[in-house]
């Protein structure tokens, strides 16, 4: 998942988990992103299993000059936007309660969820706009007319509106795990 955008970038279903596979799947998602022409850094955060650990996958990490960065131990929020995303998806409509039958259901169930979720799906974090449209550069656009629209609304009905119009703006950097400006010290400690 790209955490700037929420759009899943990469996704698979197996069998089983490997590195080889891992590599497999990093690969595929930059070819298909274009993410290897890129100039800017880019950081894979896993959790600490032994498939984003492998050799093989942290030599196709370096070979497309992505930075592996690790969840740290008890730190149970340290992936908070891949945990949001996995919730969604198993409380998406249709998510079998007893699991899915075959390995191809899953397959094609997920590949389902993508779609939805990247195109369709109107982020509330992103001010309701698809994680495709952010990553696409497109929600600028869209949030701009939306706020021409709520200002022409207010303009013709004040008496509706108790203050200002909605916040319609995106951040132009989002963190993962953002360090505190300060932390509050004691008095006279």
């Known amino acids: 998942m790209?955490?700037?955008?929420?759009?899943?970038?990469?996704?698979?279903?197996?069998?089983?988990?490997?590195?080889?596979?891992?590599?497999?799947?990093?690969?595929?998602?930059?070819?298909?992103?274009h993410l290897t022409d890129r100039h800017k850094p880019l950081i894979l955060h896993s959790d600490n299993g032994s498939p984003m650990?492998?050799?093989?996958?942290?030599?196709?990490?370096?070979?497309?000059?992505?930075?592996?960065?690790?969840?740290?131990?008890?730190?149970?929020?340290?992936?908070?936007?891949?945990?949001?995303?996995?919730?969604?998806?198993?409380?998406?409509?249709g998510f079998p309660a007893d699991g899915f039958a075959t390995l191809a259901e899953a397959q094609d169930w997920v590949q389902q969820f993508t779609e939805w979720y990247n195109h369709e799906h109107r982020h509330s974090a992103l001010r309701y706009v698809t994680p495709s449209q952010r990553h696409n550069g497109e929600a600028k656009g869209i949030l701009t007319q939306r706020r021409e629209v709520f200002e022409a609304a207010k303009q013709r009905h004040p008496e509706r509106w108790s203050g200002d119009i909605r916040k319609l703006s995106l951040p132009d950097v989002v963190h993962l795990n953002p360090e505190r400006d300060s932390v509050p010290q004691a008095a006279g400690l």
Do not use: M
């Open 2 to 33: 790209d955490v700037f955008s929420r759009k899943i970038v990469g996704h698979e279903v197996y069998e089983t988990e490997t590195g080889e596979l891992a590599a497999e799947l990093i690969q595929k998602a930059c070819w298909r992103e």
């Open 53 to 93: 650990k492998a050799a093989t996958f942290l030599e196709k990490l370096y070979d497309l000059g992505i930075t592996p960065s690790y969840s740290r131990p008890r730190v149970s929020n340290d992936n908070a936007f891949a945990e949001s995303a996995f919730k969604t998806l198993k409380y998406r409509p």
